[in-house]
């Protein structure tokens, strides 16, 4: 029961990893942001969706999203990415993943 818990902990609360993740400023001064996370859960999940911050070269939090994955069902060990654009940035900005949510299958 104790190996049942610790799994149903993990599906809950780490089931998923990023693989890669990039932001770029583009000649239009909107920032792309890139990545791919992987299903590490012992079950499927969906639903999936990255919340994300943009940071000035202080810190102080310039601009945030939000973005689905693809695909929007995803068994354990398949990745699946996640693609936004962040308009009117016009300067370089530090990206940082605040919170990733997923349901279970």
């Not at 890139?34 to 969906?46: M, P, Q």
């Amino acid at each position: 029961m104790q190996k049942a818990a610790e799994e149903d902990l993990k599906n809950e609360t780490a089931a998923v990893e990023v693989v890669s993740f990039q932001a770029k400023l583009d000649p239009y001064g909107d920032v792309q942001v890139h990545g791919e996370l992987k299903n590490t859960a012992t079950r499927a999940i969906y639903s999936v969706f990255v919340e994300y911050s943009l940071c000035d070269d202080e810190g102080r939090i310039v601009g945030s999203g939000k973005v689905g994955t693809t695909p929007e069902y995803i068994e354990p060990g398949e990745t699946m990415t996640f693609e936004d654009k962040a308009f009117g940035v016009y300067a370089e900005v530090t990206v940082k993943i605040d919170r990733i949510t997923w349901y279970l299958d």
